[in-house]
């Protein structure tokens, strides 16, 4: 898998988090800090030897879908999926 397809993974997780109807404020703004920290990754356009920026979107991802599986299953697996894809370049 290229960068490409990481940045199009992120960017389809990114509309979710814009999409998602968030069940309370804390969920809301859980949510709109995870989209604005994927897009200052996506913005940021990395050189691909950079695996800093991801290597910091690792554990926010992993907390999200803990704090997002049961209220927003679907989006659990689509971060689920980014970070499979992050293992994948070790990040």
Same mark, same amino acid.
């Given at each position: 898998?290229?960068?490409?397809?990481?940045?199009?993974?992120?960017?389809?997780?990114? &509309?979710?988090?814009?999409?998602?109807?968030?069940?309370? &404020?804390? @969920?809301?703004?859980?949510?709109?800090?995870? &989209?604005?920290?994927?897009?200052?990754?996506?913005?940021?356009? !990395?050189? !691909?030897? @950079? *695996?800093?920026?991801?290597?910091?979107?690792?554990?926010?991802?992993?907390?999200?879908?803990? *704090?997002?599986?049961? @209220?927003?299953?679907?989006? @659990?697996?689509?971060?689920?999926?980014?970070?499979?894809?992050? &293992?994948?370049?070790?990040?």
């Amino acid at each position: 898998m290229d960068q490409d397809q990481l940045h199009r993974r992120l960017a389809q997780l990114h &509309a979710e988090l814009l999409a998602a109807q968030p069940v309370d &404020a804390e @969920s809301r703004a859980r949510l709109q800090q995870l &989209a604005q920290d994927i897009r200052a990754v996506l913005d940021a356009k !990395p050189k !691909p030897a @950079s *695996t800093e920026p991801y290597q910091a979107m690792r554990p926010k991802l992993k907390e999200a879908v803990t *704090t997002f599986e049961a @209220s927003h299953p679907q989006l @659990s697996k689509t971060i689920e999926n980014v970070i499979d894809t992050l &293992a994948l370049y070790n990040l």
